[in-house]
């Protein structure tokens, strides 16, 4: 079955591979996004598509899309530095913004799929963190306007699931890398790759131990698609349990892109976790997912993607 599909944040780095995963199964796609770190060259190779339409709007404000058959829910800022500059927007698109596309779900009788993240486990106590564990976050400190915005848009979606009969999903998502990813919007990535292919130096944050777990986007998107099929309505983490200390990373960086560039050791954010990593049995045994692509074998996917806004900046 066809379906017309609702995607907000269709302009983002996963709202706009979602989009393209989805037109391929063949529905129709309506894409909002208010711009604020989302890109229109995200989706400018969409332009000739009849099955895709663009709207630049904010999902804070109350819209109509007309009828729709699902609604993935995918705007917020979600890189560190851009959730700090737009700490209140953050703070309302997971609540206001969130209830609002819940509305539109309940009112078209559509199914419903959230992203959420595995920053909902703060700096986590447990590891690798399973869906069960229920996190160590600060509710104050300067992240907090993104744990806390998404940690109360999961409680609002469950209880529209609960209270309104809404067919609802909840994944939390690992970090994710991939063409598309913001070459400026400062995540450890797209950071490294760019400073890689420019000879910069490499700047790691604090001692470089921390560690995270890199999932491709296509391997990411698989199990969003998949997900949003299920029946399952707590939460999935989805992600790529393959952990790597950001001096690791840094080191697969150099070798991918065969930079000579230097590491320079900077200041760590405040309250940034030391460790991530997803336990994914859920995913495997309900989804039957897991990744398929190694970091290094990522990287190399993304090399492209970055020499090109390399090009474009230089
Ligand atoms: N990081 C780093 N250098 C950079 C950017 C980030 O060492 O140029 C570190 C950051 O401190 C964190 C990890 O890399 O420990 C991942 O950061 P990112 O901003 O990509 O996302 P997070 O997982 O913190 O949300």
Same mark, same amino acid.
């Given at each position: 079955?066809?379906?017309?599909? +609702?995607?907000?944040?269709?302009?983002?780095?996963?709202?706009?591979?979602?989009?393209?995963?989805?037109?391929?199964?063949?529905?129709?796609?309506?894409?909002?996004?208010? +711009?604020?770190?989302?890109?229109?060259?995200?989706?400018?190779?969409?332009?000739?598509?009849?099955?895709?339409?663009?709207?630049?709007?904010?999902?804070?404000?109350?819209?109509?899309?007309? @009828?729709?058959?699902?609604?993935?829910?995918?705007?917020? /800022?979600?890189? &560190? &530095?851009?959730? +700090?500059?737009?700490?209140?927007?953050?703070?309302?698109?997971?609540?206001?913004?969130?209830?609002?596309? +819940? =509305?539109?779900?309940?009112?078209?009788?559509?199914?419903?799929?959230?992203?959420?993240?595995?920053?909902?486990?703060?700096?986590?106590?447990?590891? @690798?963190?399973?869906?069960?564990?229920?996190?160590?976050?600060?509710?104050?400190? /300067?992240?907090?306007?993104?744990?806390?915005?998404?940690?109360?848009?999961?409680?609002?979606?469950?209880?529209?699931?609960?209270?309104?009969?809404?067919?609802?999903?909840?994944?939390?998502?690992?970090?994710?890398?991939? /063409?598309?990813?913001?070459?400026?919007?400062?995540?450890?990535?797209?950071?490294?790759?760019?400073?890689?292919?420019?000879?910069?130096?490499?700047?790691?944050?604090?001692?470089?131990?921390?560690?995270?777990?890199?999932?491709?986007?296509?391997?990411?998107?698989?199990?969003?698609?998949?997900?949003?099929?299920?029946?399952?309505?707590? &939460?999935?983490?989805?992600?790529?349990?393959?952990?790597?200390?950001? %001096? =690791?990373?840094?080191?697969?960086? %150099?070798?991918?892109?065969?930079?000579?560039?230097?590491?320079?050791?900077?200041?760590?954010?405040?309250?940034? @976790?030391?460790?991530?990593? &997803?336990?994914?049995?859920?995913?495997?045994?309900?989804?039957?997912?897991? @990744?398929?692509?190694? %970091?290094?074998?990522? %990287?190399? =996917?993304?090399?492209?993607?970055?020499?090109? =806004?390399?090009?474009?900046?230089?």
């Amino acid at each position: 079955m066809t379906m017309r599909i +609702l995607v907000t944040g269709a302009a983002g780095f996963l709202g706009s591979h979602l989009t393209d995963r989805l037109l391929s199964e063949g529905h129709s796609v309506l894409g909002v996004d208010n +711009l604020c770190t989302g890109d229109l060259d995200n989706i400018a190779h969409l332009a000739n598509e009849r099955r895709f339409t663009f709207e630049q709007r904010d999902i804070c404000e109350t819209f109509d899309p007309g @009828p729709v058959d699902y609604v993935f829910n995918m705007a917020s /800022p979600a890189s &560190p &530095p851009e959730y +700090l500059r737009l700490a209140i927007e953050t703070l309302r698109v997971g609540s206001v913004g969130t209830e609002n596309t +819940l =509305k539109i779900a309940q009112q078209y009788g559509a199914g419903y799929l959230h992203a959420s993240t595995s920053e909902c486990y703060g700096d986590p106590l447990e590891h @690798p963190q399973a869906e069960t564990y229920w996190g160590n976050v600060n509710p104050v400190g /300067p992240r907090s306007v993104y744990d806390e915005a998404k940690r109360y848009a999961e409680s609002l979606v469950m209880a529209y699931h609960r209270y309104r009969g809404v067919n609802t999903h909840l994944v939390r998502i690992f970090n994710t890398y991939g /063409p598309r990813l913001h070459p400026d919007d400062g995540r450890v990535i797209s950071n490294l790759m760019m400073q890689a292919l420019r000879g910069d130096p490499l700047t790691v944050y604090g001692d470089g131990s921390q560690t995270r777990s890199f999932c491709f986007v296509n391997d990411l998107i698989d199990g969003i698609a998949r997900l949003s099929r299920s029946e399952e309505h707590l &939460p999935v983490n989805i992600g790529n349990p393959d952990e790597f200390t950001i %001096l =690791k990373c840094a080191q697969a960086v %150099l070798e991918v892109t065969g930079s000579k560039s230097e590491l320079r050791f900077d200041a760590l954010p405040e309250d940034d @976790p030391t460790r991530r990593r &997803p336990d994914i049995t859920k995913a495997r045994t309900l989804l039957g997912w897991e @990744p398929k692509v190694t %970091l290094r074998e990522g %990287l190399v =996917k993304s090399l492209d993607f970055f020499k090109s =806004k390399v090009r474009a900046t230089a």
